[in-house]
């Protein structure tokens, strides 16, 4: 079975600050996993994904994950955080015909 | 040239009635679902359609029935609307596993 777990529901930084939200998967085959961004009355947006390859994913906004198998992690993160990243944040595991997705992480920007 | 496009994108409706919205993709995708999202931000899937076959159907009320009359269209229909189905539904599609959804911009459905 396919789940993803993520820490927080909620995170502040400020900006400037790392950004790094964490996502944990469980999946009994190889994992495509995925971050998706939502900002406020929009609809999901690809950040990026992990099929083969590099570990070390990066996507759109400076944003960028790192697959670690050994920890079933997929964790995002970015330097210096933009008041513009301020959204909510998803993290999905495909297989086979669906995705299974976290329950969301709230990031705040503090100014 | 929206990839995928819903419609209506607000709702306002009274309980017992019954809507629909539709969906549109112009991607070429065979695979097409839909999402409900809840006023948690949590995302269920209720259905997917792979070249109008039904494909996935979760546990959703029966009062849902997704048509699709080509495999660029999904619509949702629901019947004798209740004040629980509010929330945003929103339409994706994809072709290969390997690569992610693309979403629509979410139908938002309050019942009142």
């Known amino acids: 079975a396919q789940s993803v777990t993520q820490l927080g529901s909620h995170v502040s930084v400020s900006e400037g600050a790392l950004v790094l939200l964490r996502c944990n998967y469980s999946s009994s085959v190889p994992p495509y996993l995925f971050w998706y961004v939502q900002y406020p009355n929009q609809g999901l947006q690809l950040l990026l994904k992990?099929?083969?390859?590099?570990?070390l994913v990066k996507g759109i906004n400076g944003f960028e994950a790192e697959f670690k198998k050994s920890e079933t992690s997929f964790h995002l993160t970015k330097p210096s955080a933009h008041m513009s990243d301020a959204a909510e944040y998803f993290c999905?595991?495909?297989?086979?015909?669906?995705?299974?997705f976290g329950t969301g992480t709230s990031l705040t920007v503090i100014p | 040239d929206t990839a995928v496009s819903q419609t209506p994108k607000y709702l306002v409706t009274q309980m017992g009635n019954d809507k629909s919205i539709k969906c549109e993709q112009n991607?070429?995708?065979?695979?097409m679902y839909w999402y409900k999202q809840d006023s948690k931000k949590f995302l269920k899937i209720m259905f997917s359609y792979n070249n109008k076959e039904l494909i996935i159907n979760e546990t959703v009320p029966n009062r849902f029935s997704p048509k699709s009359p080509d495999k660029a269209h999904l619509n949702l229909h629901i019947n004798s609307l209740e004040l629980g189905d509010s929330a945003v539904y929103f339409c994706?599609?994809?072709?290969?596993?390997?690569?992610?959804?693309?979403f629509g911009s979410g139908t938002r459905l309050t019942v009142v």
């Open positions: 992990y099929t083969t390859g590099a570990t």
């Open positions: 999905a595991v495909r297989s086979y015909n669906q995705f299974y």
């Open positions: 991607l070429g995708h065979d695979t």
């Open positions: 994706a599609s994809s072709q290969v596993v390997s690569d992610g959804y693309t």
